[in-house]
């Protein structure tokens, strides 16, 4: 409407839509809380090392998956603001994932077999029901050349669900004394088939599918031309090579494993990583995020190849796993940690909105001696590489170091986004000040 036809009238607010990536951080600082007791104290919690574990892959990381998934997909599929899968659905699906996950941390700690065994299944109905609106989702609207990437949160949801029966019968094996033979002789090796699904299947293949769009996005680029292509073609290797993994754990042969695990290292290079790097090549990164990106993903790299080889030279799945146990953890703290960090420190900006000034504000607390942050957590990732995670007073000075820059990301996210929102309500207009119109990333920097 021109002037010459009366007042402009202004458009309907976007409906404001709940923050449930705010469940991630929360699991966060649990996740750096619990860590920091560890290393005070390994024995102050019950069942240490699986609390740790679970708190960062399912705390954590899924609820970052189950969160940013649909954030991508409604982007890529350009769902409508009121589709329920992406909106009132993947809420429910949030806030019942989370009922159950704290379920299941009761039960393992007061080692209630049938309990455990039900919300293990609790978590593998939830995540069944995200693939599966996901799946619907991308059948009926594959608008856009990008939404193909869907079908890698589609495949990882899958390995979840897997992960989710295997950890039922681990559960059993632990707990029960009168557990069938046959779980407990099989206990070692359901659980590195268990490890395998849920971090190879779940997280890995939930980072490749959005560093497809995310990573040019990131550099502030275009994506490479062959990314999309690339990145279908090698998803059913990439899946096949996680599958041929587990089965092989579970039959007992480890250089099984090892061949799973470099079949899925050899479709991750041109699949995922060559046009990243030729993305980076035509923009290096320059900022926080894309720095801790780069820096996670050679963690991961580094992690998986190592494991790769230790396969082959363990003579069971036990040997494989007490033998394996500093490169898991690289591989979670450094690889798939900073990953998640990186992300999100371009992402939580987007999301808190509030126009180019808020989004300034924001990234400028964000970037708060990026460097030296960088340059500290790395040194001593790499320290604990090669002197080994655990067993020497060093090794709880360098995990201390860790811990320390990843409290200080937490502490910068918090201030950022109140600042960024103060910037915001700042340049609206008194009678708006309370909308929230956080704007959607285009990936790949080239519309989706």
């Known amino acids: 409407m021109t002037a010459i036809d009366g007042p402009t009238?202004?458009?309907p607010p976007r409906r404001r839509r709940p923050r449930t990536d705010r469940l991630a951080?929360?699991?966060?600082?649990a996740a750096l809380v619990i860590a920091g007791i560890g290393l005070v104290s390994r024995s102050a919690l019950p069942q240490p090392l699986w609390t740790l574990v679970h708190v960062v892959t399912l705390g954590v990381l899924t609820n970052a998956i189950l969160q940013w998934s649909w954030y991508f997909a409604r982007t890529l599929l350009r769902l409508p603001d009121d589709d329920p899968r992406a909106g009132r659905d993947a809420v429910i699906r949030t806030v019942a994932f989370n009922v159950v996950l704290v379920g299941l941390f009761a039960a393992m700690w007061t080692a209630r077999t049938i309990a455990v065994v039900a919300f293990a299944t609790g978590i593998g109905a939830v995540i069944a029901w995200h693939g599966l609106a996901l799946l619907r989702a991308a059948r009926t609207r594959l608008v856009s050349r990008f939404a193909v990437v869907v079908r890698f949160y589609v495949a990882a949801a899958a390995f979840l669900v897997v992960?989710?029966?295997l950890a039922g019968i681990i559960a059993v094996a632990m707990l029960d004394p009168t557990a069938p033979a046959w779980t407990v002789d099989l206990r070692d090796r359901l659980t590195v088939a268990h490890a395998l699904v849920n971090v190879g299947g779940w997280i890995g293949l939930s980072i490749a599918g959005t560093l497809v769009t995310l990573g040019p996005t990131m550099l502030r680029t275009r994506i490479d031309p062959h990314a999309v292509t690339l990145a279908v073609r090698a998803l059913p290797l990439l899946?096949?090579?996680i599958a041929v993994a587990a089965v092989a754990a579970i039959g007992g042969i480890m250089p099984g494993v090892g061949i799973g695990l470099l079949l899925f290292v050899a479709a991750l290079i041109p699949g995922i990583a060559v046009p990243l790097v030729r993305t980076a090549l035509a923009k290096s990164p320059s900022t926080y995020a894309t720095w801790t990106m780069t820096a996670g993903l050679a963690w991961v790299a580094v992690a998986v190849t190592a494991v790769s080889v230790g396969a082959f030279a363990a003579p069971d799945a036990g040997a494989f796993?007490?033998?394996?146990?500093?490169?898991i953890a690289v591989l979670g703290i450094g690889g798939i940690g900073q990953v998640f960090v990186g992300a999100l420190t371009y992402l939580l900006p987007v999301v808190v909105g509030g126009g180019p000034a808020a989004l300034r504000a924001g990234m400028a607390v964000l970037e708060t001696g990026w460097p030296a942050r960088v340059a500290v957590r790395n040194t001593a990732i790499g320290l604990l590489a090669v002197t080994g995670t655990t067993g020497t007073d060093l090794s709880t000075w360098w995990w201390a170091l860790v811990l320390l820059t990843f409290a200080a990301d937490v502490v910068l996210f918090a201030v950022a986004g109140a600042r960024q929102v103060?910037?915001?309500r700042a340049a609206l207009p008194p009678a708006t000040s309370n909308v929230n119109h956080p704007p959607e990333p285009t990936p790949g920097g080239d519309g989706a």
Not at 25 to 29: A, F, G, H, R, T
Not at 321 to 327: G, H, I, K, Q, V
């Open 321 to 327: 796993r007490a033998s394996n146990l500093p490169w």
């Open 9 to 11: 009238r202004a458009a």
């Open 25 to 29: 951080s929360v699991w966060l600082v």
């Open 422 to 424: 103060r910037v915001r």
């Open 239 to 241: 899946v096949g090579g």
């Open 163 to 165: 992960g989710s029966a």
